[in-house]
């Protein structure tokens, strides 16, 4: 027999009290899905005719949609405003590579807050928000990560992705994949509350979809053009159409399975998309595209389901956009503290349920570079030349009123100067060096696309999904800028193709007084991957990679330059390499 004391008792009584508070329907699961350069037109709910997204539709119809839903012009800017509820400025996200998209350690994130209210958080796909810990999602609150942390990925079908710190090969097209994860997950964790994040990186480019929906575009006319006309690249347009009934199909493959496990009156499931169309294609005559900071390139679609709780068919006219979306879950799912940083967003589920009684207009900046517009309810100012459109009147901006209306044109001048001043606009942003060392996400990447170099070393392609190449001489330095978290040992690997000709030529890794050096003895030489593009892509084209241990080096806690370099060139180059790993060993601390 066992004899439990009274404390043990009281505890197991108080976790039985906890999981039965969790699991009843004040406490929602949360599904986020997040599309990658979806345009407001590419859904047939819409008004697009030249395709057809039963999914989203139906999601729309069995919910709520915001018909007025604003992020920001490029990716990472987006995310961190969704993940923290604050302007990415104040995050320190003010680009989308070089490390400029790294989120600030002070920020809570929206996943920070639902795993410390209990609930299990989960993120697949495409992050590009920081790929080192305590950047890297499993050290901002999700649990579990599956996906790639940059800001696109190089290969779409049989992709190499990140599955908790190891690079595994997957079969199949990328989205199916990081859906079959999303499906996985929520059958594994049915019985608990969970969080997860599902972030496509489809419509982006590179433009590749499988033959099943390019074949429905391929030769069909597209009926509704873009404002772009003539110049409207059709090609692109049936690639990203044929992409986007791709991402409906696993929507409803998600949609499917929550109803199967009869989830569907327990779980929030909200869908959008991270900016504007990232081509000249029918957007509902906005004005503006993917980076621009006029409508198009910031209004996308949103639709939020809660069988049972958010009333069918509603739609919501008020502005509202991803800085609401912490403020607005935590509000849904009962979930009480979410950080101490003051929000920027703020809780619009009242207009969920109709409670739009004396709501009041609000403001919503868009920022890219040095570009800024500002948008109420009815008026959207465009810094750039004094402009300033009556959206009821002119939704699609051709009209500029700013004489007309000068009392509304001082209020929003002022509204940006009071941002700028707010945010650190105007301040100097300073790269913070690529962390090295935690002895809880031990593996560190060093990705060629985050390196500098001198010489005649160059990346495959001056873009994310990049190798380096050309690495032809000892003249040739490549550095990265890391701050070493912990005093110890770290195993360094990298990531390399060399052809048997090329084979022999010496490594060399240095930082501070660590010195390791290694010789390449094997060749390795595949192709590039067939892609199957639709279009000749700018991005590089991928290829395998063989991982190679070049030995131990004893690094230093601080900052410093890694730097990788070569004394001898054994044929006409060194190798392309893709990434170096330094992983702590952590007996050695």
Same mark, same amino acid.
């Given at each position: 027999?066992?004899?439990?004391?009274?404390?043990?008792?009281?505890?197991?009584?108080?976790?039985?009290?906890?999981?039965?508070?969790?699991?009843?329907?004040?406490?929602?699961?949360?599904?986020?899905?997040?599309?990658?350069?979806?345009?407001?037109?590419?859904?047939?709910?819409?008004?697009?005719?030249?395709?057809?997204?039963?999914?989203?539709?139906?999601?729309?119809?069995?919910?709520?949609?915001?018909?007025?839903?604003?992020?920001?012009?490029?990716?990472?800017?987006?995310?961190?405003?969704?993940?923290?509820?604050?302007?990415?400025?104040?995050?320190?996200?003010?680009?989308?590579?070089?490390?400029?998209?790294?989120?600030?350690?002070?920020?809570?994130?929206?996943?920070?807050?639902?795993?410390?209210?209990?609930?299990?958080?989960?993120?697949?796909?495409?992050?590009?928000?920081?790929?080192?810990?305590?950047?890297?999602?499993?050290?901002?609150?999700?649990?579990?990560?599956?996906?790639?942390?940059?800001?696109?990925?190089?290969?779409?079908?049989?992709?190499?992705?990140?599955?908790?710190?190891?690079?595994?090969?997957?079969?199949?097209?990328?989205?199916?994949?990081?859906?079959?994860?999303?499906?996985?997950?929520?059958?594994?964790?049915?019985?608990?509350?969970?969080?997860?994040?599902?972030?496509?990186?489809?419509?982006?480019?590179?433009?590749?979809?499988?033959?099943?929906?390019?074949?429905?575009?391929?030769?069909?006319?597209?009926?509704?053009?873009?404002?772009?006309?003539?110049?409207?690249?059709?090609?692109?347009?049936?690639?990203?159409?044929?992409?986007?009934?791709?991402?409906?199909?696993?929507?409803?493959?998600?949609?499917?399975?929550?109803?199967?496990?009869?989830?569907?009156?327990?779980?929030?499931?909200?869908?959008?998309?991270?900016?504007?169309?990232?081509?000249?294609?029918?957007?509902?005559?906005?004005?503006?595209?993917?980076?621009?900071?006029?409508?198009?390139?910031?209004?996308?679609?949103?639709?939020?389901?809660?069988?049972?709780?958010?009333?069918?068919?509603?739609?919501? $006219?008020?502005?509202?956009? +991803? &800085? @609401?979306?912490? /403020?607005? =879950?935590?509000?849904?799912?009962?979930?009480? !503290?979410?950080? $101490?940083?003051?929000?920027? +967003? &703020? @809780?619009?589920? /009242?207009? =969920?349920?109709?409670?739009?009684?004396?709501? !009041?207009?609000? $403001?919503?900046?868009?920022?890219?570079?040095?570009?800024?517009?500002?948008?109420?309810?009815?008026?959207?100012?465009?810094?750039?030349?004094?402009?300033?459109?009556?959206?009821?009147?002119?939704?699609?901006?051709?009209?500029?009123?700013?004489?007309?209306?000068?009392?509304?044109?001082?209020?929003?001048?002022?509204?940006?100067?009071?941002?700028?001043?707010?945010?650190?606009?105007?301040?100097?942003?300073?790269?913070?060096?690529?962390?090295?060392?935690?002895?809880?996400?031990?593996?560190?990447?060093?990705?060629?696309?985050?390196?500098?170099?001198?010489?005649?070393?160059?990346?495959?392609?001056?873009?994310?999904?990049?190798?380096?190449?050309?690495?032809?001489?000892?003249?040739?330095?490549?550095?990265?800028?890391?701050?070493?978290?912990?005093?110890?040992?770290?195993?360094?690997?990298?990531?390399?193709?060399?052809?048997?000709?090329?084979?022999?030529?010496?490594?060399?890794?240095?930082?501070?007084?660590?010195?390791?050096?290694?010789?390449?003895?094997?060749?390795?030489?595949?192709?590039?991957?067939?892609?199957?593009?639709?279009?000749?892509?700018?991005?590089?084209?991928?290829?395998?990679?063989?991982?190679?241990?070049?030995?131990?080096?004893?690094?230093?806690?601080?900052?410093?330059?890694?730097?990788?370099?070569?004394?001898?060139?054994?044929?006409?180059?060194?190798?392309?390499?893709?990434?170096?790993?330094?992983?702590?060993?952590?007996?050695?601390?």
């Amino acid at each position: 027999m066992i004899r439990l004391t009274l404390p043990v008792l009281l505890l197991s009584v108080f976790l039985c009290f906890v999981s039965a508070v969790l699991a009843d329907s004040s406490h929602p699961n949360v599904v986020i899905i997040l599309a990658d350069d979806q345009g407001w037109g590419d859904v047939s709910v819409h008004g697009n005719t030249n395709l057809k997204t039963p999914n989203l539709d139906s999601l729309a119809a069995q919910g709520a949609t915001f018909d007025r839903f604003f992020v920001c012009p490029l990716c990472s800017p987006t995310r961190a405003e969704f993940l923290t509820g604050r302007y990415h400025l104040r995050s320190n996200v003010f680009g989308v590579t070089m490390g400029r998209e790294r989120m600030s350690l002070e920020e809570t994130t929206i996943a920070d807050t639902f795993l410390a209210a209990g609930y299990s958080t989960a993120m697949f796909g495409k992050w590009h928000n920081g790929s080192q810990y305590p950047y890297h999602p499993t050290g901002r609150g999700f649990q579990e990560f599956f996906g790639f942390t940059t800001g696109y990925w190089g290969n779409y079908f049989d992709p190499i992705l990140e599955n908790n710190g190891t690079m595994v090969k997957e079969k199949g097209y990328i989205t199916d994949i990081l859906t079959d994860k999303t499906i996985q997950y929520i059958e594994e964790n049915q019985d608990k509350p969970f969080f997860c994040y599902l972030a496509l990186n489809t419509p982006h480019s590179p433009w590749m979809v499988p033959d099943e929906y390019w074949n429905r575009f391929s030769d069909d006319p597209i009926v509704l053009r873009g404002r772009a006309g003539e110049n409207e690249e059709l090609p692109k347009t049936r690639c990203a159409l044929a992409m986007c009934e791709n991402i409906d199909w696993n929507v409803g493959r998600i949609i499917k399975k929550l109803d199967e496990l009869k989830l569907n009156n327990n779980t929030i499931v909200i869908y959008f998309s991270d900016n504007g169309p990232n081509s000249n294609r029918w957007n509902g005559d906005m004005k503006g595209r993917k980076s621009s900071v006029e409508e198009g390139g910031v209004r996308v679609p949103f639709f939020i389901r809660w069988t049972g709780t958010i009333p069918a068919g509603t739609t919501v $006219t008020q502005i509202a956009g +991803g &800085i @609401d979306l912490l /403020p607005t =879950l935590a509000k849904l799912a009962n979930v009480k !503290q979410i950080g $101490t940083l003051p929000l920027d +967003g &703020i @809780d619009v589920s /009242p207009l =969920l349920f109709g409670k739009n009684e004396n709501w !009041q207009d609000r $403001t919503i900046v868009s920022q890219n570079g040095t570009r800024l517009a500002v948008r109420s309810q009815q008026y959207r100012y465009v810094e750039e030349d004094d402009q300033l459109f009556d959206m009821i009147a002119d939704p699609g901006q051709r009209k500029n009123i700013a004489d007309k209306q000068p009392e509304v044109l001082k209020r929003f001048v002022q509204t940006l100067e009071d941002w700028k001043e707010s945010t650190r606009y105007n301040v100097q942003r300073d790269v913070v060096p690529i962390p090295v060392g935690y002895s809880e996400y031990p593996w560190t990447p060093l990705p060629a696309r985050d390196a500098e170099f001198t010489g005649n070393v160059r990346r495959s392609v001056a873009t994310i999904s990049s190798y380096v190449t050309d690495w032809t001489s000892p003249e040739d330095k490549i550095s990265w800028y890391i701050d070493v978290h912990t005093d110890g040992d770290y195993i360094a690997k990298i990531h390399y193709t060399c052809p048997e000709s090329d084979v022999g030529s010496q490594i060399e890794l240095r930082c501070g007084d660590g010195i390791l050096q290694a010789k390449i003895t094997e060749p390795f030489d595949p192709p590039l991957y067939d892609q199957r593009d639709r279009i000749p892509r700018h991005e590089s084209y991928m290829k395998d990679f063989r991982e190679m241990t070049l030995g131990t080096i004893s690094l230093k806690k601080g900052v410093r330059s890694l730097e990788l370099s070569v004394p001898q060139v054994a044929g006409k180059q060194v190798a392309d390499f893709w990434f170096i790993s330094l992983t702590l060993d952590k007996e050695s601390q």
